[in-house]
């Protein structure tokens, strides 16, 4: 949709079909992405908003905060203690369900088509079961396209945008409740349906979607549904128990709870500390031990008895005691591990680049069509899968003897599968008594039971099968990939890296003559080279990995096959997540800056062109602002006309330096008292010149009980009023870029509210008169706040005036114009800041920071800039 939004703005900016209601710059217009690049780049657009992560300190807060004590501290802190509690449980059982008719309804297709093929096989009726499957599939496909057309946000695996949810972007509705239900329905159809798709990764969205409702105790799609919950209402709170319900869907997909809490903190959660590590690792083992208690329960009876962590089970990696020679891995398997992890980034930035390719082509030619056209799309790709697989399973299998022990591998596969999972993921079609169609195998039976087969059978599989296996399945996931279906990435990545490292086992062992090595471990290190070239993850799924296989003595060959398929596959392209992440236009801040961006400072790249209202403004001008304006904050500014000469001269911001000549020297006890009269968050000019004329005076008691006064005076009206003025398009630079002395900031949700709720007051009147509005008040609308558009006007008399300063927070996060990019970068990104005013040694705002102006194609823009004026 972004290149669609793009293209369509780019032909009609002119009529003004975009519906913006401002004429935009050059430099937006690259932003936005409305410019056509050589390589066909899709940029970051603007119309993604940032989460509010740091606290507004305004007066409503702070009568909060008079209000805490000890005791109602440690009560807060046990209600989010009971929160992440029981979003863990939530998760846990969100996983258990889709895990149920998942099976339910894979036995169910399975065991009517291969009763089916095995009645055919006799009487050459084979048709009319390729037909029983398709009908089976396309059922299900179908259900879960539906399901997508009802919220289009559910397609995918979700990681992309819970990734940029935690980077500090708003993605429109990623964790509402009509999400969370038809992304579960719609995995367990697409799952279900024979697609080349896996319902961990969902698993993450699901409970990040959990995380951010759970704690509100509202929905908006269930509005008649209240609760009196007065707490967690602001971005920070919701951000927290995202990152604890992110954590959990890993927790319950891989029954890795460490390694979910890694990945919420590798994935994007820019400020963490102690805290969030303990709620959030205490989320992860609830989700984890749920699962494992419900599903140990129903599946082998014996409640409590914990035998199935998570939804994905790796089984255990043990040699049998008869092969004294056999050892899960040497030193010298380290060297064939790296190579693989060559291979593995290879295939990873193939995957990726097609995938990239098939992406861009979908928002060009499907997107833009009707719904119906993605519905098509995905049967499309259904009836494709299920033609291959059926024709690949029952013409290109090769029977294989199977092996010594039985029907399958080593004791520890027969510990962690029932026996009839055994026994049902051995097919043999066509093939006589005690042999088995390898094909078939793979092919004809759910994921995670040929991930199983690949990892702990002792049956060999021939290298032809492992190769055509691979083949098909690389292509297939990833057509499947990006169709409008729910559908997770984990498993198909690792089903098909554990073919290719089978298949490299297979040829060691049976051209170079390599006995001493185990199949078992090749496949698992070809599964993570191959997830590890696609997703592009180090920390987080290296643990999952060890968690999965609970043998630590793979910690190192893992960490060294992820750590070189992730360079190699770096070289070429991103992972699969950031390259959707960047078809989307989402303005996702990296970890850090390079070096090379150090050359620029804030100057460089804020917005000097600034939208701000003053500190008394009548609802007139308020209006006027917030409808012809998209901007999500306002500096709240007093004008300092004293200083315009010197302000603009050449039309450059010259001012950031004080200058100060010898007549005006202040006095010790005066820069005290401008500091003092600054940190109050009032410096208006009035007050500065009282204590001017005061410096003088002889009796410094009387002088400094007159400031105190002047101080405490919380409704002083500012001096340089002007409510009837408001910045204009007609504006000349000079009247533009005045010089404004900055008091703080105010968000537009703030001043919507205070409009919606009638608060101010008339010209005649003090602004003591003013209503007050409690912090609960401010928040009672969270997150759904009123449109300036749907408000009556009518109920509003425009020549009444507005007192922001108790609402604003008058201690925002600032920088100096001559701050470089590094440090800015790393404060915004760090403090989760939405907002970071420019304000210059005098105390004048020159600009403004936004996530825009920090996104990697922004910077790369104002550095050429850069060297183009050296």
Not at 145 to 154: F, T
């Amino acid at each position: 949709m972004a290149g669609c939004r793009g293209a369509l703005c780019c032909c009609c900016r002119w009529c003004c079909c975009c519906g913006e209601r401002e004429t935009r710059t050059p430099e937006e217009l690259t932003i936005l992405g409305e410019t056509q690049e050589e390589d066909d780049e899709i940029l970051p657009r603007k119309d993604y908003e940032s989460l509010d992560y740091d606290r507004c300190i305004n007066d409503p807060y702070l009568e909060v905060l008079e209000t805490m004590d000890n005791k109602k501290g440690r009560k807060y802190e046990a209600v989010k203690w009971m929160m992440v509690f029981a979003i863990g449980v939530c998760t846990g059982l969100v996983g258990l369900f889709v895990d149920f008719f998942v099976r339910l309804f894979t036995q169910l297709k399975f065991g009517v088509v291969q009763t089916s093929v095995e009645e055919c096989s006799q009487k050459g009726c084979l048709a009319l079961s390729l037909l029983e499957l398709l009908g089976f599939n396309l059922t299900f496909v179908f259900l879960a396209s539906l399901l997508v057309l009802i919220e289009p946000v559910a397609a995918g695996s979700g990681i992309p945008e819970i990734k940029c949810y935690l980077n500090g972007v708003k993605v429109p509705g990623i964790v509402r409740l009509r999400t969370l239900l038809c992304k579960v329905f719609g995995v367990l159809f697409s799952v279900a349906g024979g697609l080349f798709v896996g319902k961990e990764g969902p698993m993450i969205h699901s409970g990040a979607v959990v995380g951010a409702g759970l704690p509100q105790f509202q929905s908006i799609s269930l509005r008649k549904i209240q609760f009196n919950f007065p707490y967690f209402r602001s971005d920070r709170d919701k951000r927290d128990f995202v990152s604890a319900g992110a954590a959990a869907g890993v927790a319950a997909a891989f029954g890795a709870p460490i390694g979910g809490t890694l990945f919420s903190l590798e994935e994007g959660s820019s400020f963490w500390n102690q805290g969030l590590t303990w709620k959030v690792l205490f989320c992860s083992m609830s989700a984890t031990f749920t699962l494992n208690f419900f599903r140990s329960g129903i599946q082998f009876g014996s409640w409590g008895s914990f035998q199935l962590p998570g939804l994905l089970n790796f089984g255990e990696f043990k040699c049998s005691d008869s092969d004294k020679k056999c050892h899960l891995w040497t030193a010298m398997d380290l060297g064939f591990f790296v190579v693989m992890g060559v291979i593995g980034g290879l295939l990873g930035a193939t995957f990726n680049c097609l995938n990239k390719r098939l992406a861009k082509y979908r928002m060009r030619n499907v997107h833009p069509k009707p719904k119906l056209v993605r519905v098509l799309e995905s049967l499309l790709v259904s009836v494709v899968t299920t033609v291959v697989v059926f024709t690949a399973s029952m013409v290109l299998g090769e029977c294989r003897q199977m092996s010594a022990s039985g029907q399958i591998g080593n004791d520890s596969f027969q510990l962690q599968v029932s026996s009839e999972d055994v026994n049902s993921s051995i097919k043999t079609f066509f093939c006589p008594n005690e042999t088995y169609n390898d094909m078939a195998t793979l092919f004809f039976n759910p994921q995670e039971s040929a991930i199983l087969q690949l990892f702990h059978q002792d049956g060999t599989f021939s290298p032809v099968t492992l190769a055509l296996f691979f083949v098909l399945y690389f292509l297939l996931a990833c057509w499947t990939y990006g169709i409008s279906v729910p559908s997770g990435l984990f498993v198909p990545s690792l089903l098909c890296g554990a073919a290719f490292g089978r298949l490299v086992a297979n040829v060691l062992k049976s051209y170079i003559g390599l006995g001493h090595i185990y199949s078992g471990t090749f496949a698992l290190i070809g599964a993570a080279a191959f997830l590890g070239g696609v997703v592009r993850m180090t920390i987080s799924l290296t643990v999952i990995l060890i968690e999965s296989t609970n043998e630590i003595t793979y910690g190192l060959p893992i960490m060294i096959t992820l750590m070189v398929a992730k360079w190699t596959g770096d070289f070429f392209n991103k992972g699969i997540y950031d390259i959707h992440v960047g078809l989307r236009g989402v303005p996702l801040l990296e970890w850090e800056t390079e070096t090379e961006m150090d050359k620029l400072r804030a100057s460089d790249i804020m917005e000097p062109n600034l939208t701000y209202v003053y500190p008394h403004t009548r609802i007139q001008s308020l209006v006027s602002i917030l409808r012809t304006t998209v901007h999500h904050a306002f500096p709240v500014v007093t004008e300092n006309r004293g200083n315009e000469k010197e302000f603009m001269k050449g039309n450059q911001l010259i001012s950031n330096n004080i200058r100060f000549k010898k007549s005006s020297i202040l006095t010790r006890a005066g820069e005290q008292r401008r500091r003092s009269q600054s940190m109050k968050s009032y410096p208006s000019s009035e007050l500065r010149n009282v204590c001017d004329e005061h410096l003088a005076s002889e009796e410094p008691a009387e002088k400094e009980d007159l400031l105190q006064q002047m101080l405490e005076r919380r409704y002083t009206p500012y001096p340089n009023l002007y409510p009837d003025q408001s910045p204009s398009e007609d504006w000349t630079m000079e009247e533009r870029f005045r010089p404004l002395t900055f008091h703080g900031l105010i968000l537009r949700s703030q001043l919507v509210t205070l409009l919606v709720r009638g608060v101010c007051y008339s010209e005649n009147q003090s602004s003591a008169s003013q209503p007050r509005l409690s912090y609960a008040e401010m928040a009672e609308d969270y997150p759904r706040y009123p449109d300036i558009h749907d408000l009556d006007l009518t109920l509003l008399n425009p020549r009444m005036i507005v007192d922001v300063t108790p609402y604003m927070n008058p201690s925002p996060f600032t920088v100096s114009p001559n701050t470089h990019v590094s440090q800015v970068f790393n404060l915004f990104r760090t403090m989760g800041l939405r907002h970071l005013p420019v304000v210059n040694a005098v105390g004048e705002i020159v600009g403004i920071i936004t996530r825009h102006n920090l996104t990697y194609e922004f910077l790369q823009a104002r550095l050429r800039q850069h060297y183009q004026t050296i």
